[in-house]
């Protein structure tokens, strides 16, 4: 089992940037596909972001060219760059691995104000 902890949000102004992080346990990270997710109120958890074992990116339609995701398997951590950030994009960001842990971790929360 791996355990998943993220951070890094906040509350930023539309056009503004965050880095959030996903910090992981284990030995087997970097074997592992990451993949940060977001839930906005009211709504179903929806995929953002996905990196390979291998550094291979792949983004939801609705961030691409503004996020960047990005992982260093020596601090067993992946990364989510946000810029140019819009107050659609506030929401709780979650990581998992894919295929998922049973154990979500508890998610970090950024607001972007409009």
């Known amino acids: 089992q791996v355990q998943l902890v993220e951070s890094g949000g906040g509350l930023v102004q539309a056009g503004g940037s965050l880095r959030l992080s996903c910090a992981a346990s284990?030995?087997?990270?970097?074997?592992?596909?990451m993949k940060w997710f977001r839930q906005a109120p009211g709504m179903e958890r929806e995929f953002v972001a996905g990196?390979?074992?291998?550094?291979?990116?792949w983004y939801a339609d609705s961030v691409k060219g503004r996020f960047t995701i990005s992982r260093d398997n020596a601090k067993n951590t992946v990364y989510l760059q946000m810029n140019s950030l819009k107050p659609e994009d506030t929401a709780v960001y979650y990581c998992?691995?894919?295929?998922?842990?049973?154990?979500w971790g508890q998610g970090t929360q950024v607001t972007v104000s409009s």
């Open positions: 998992n691995t894919l295929p998922p842990q049973s154990s």
């Open positions: 284990g030995r087997t990270f970097s074997s592992y596909t």
């Open positions: 990196i390979s074992w291998s550094g291979t990116p």
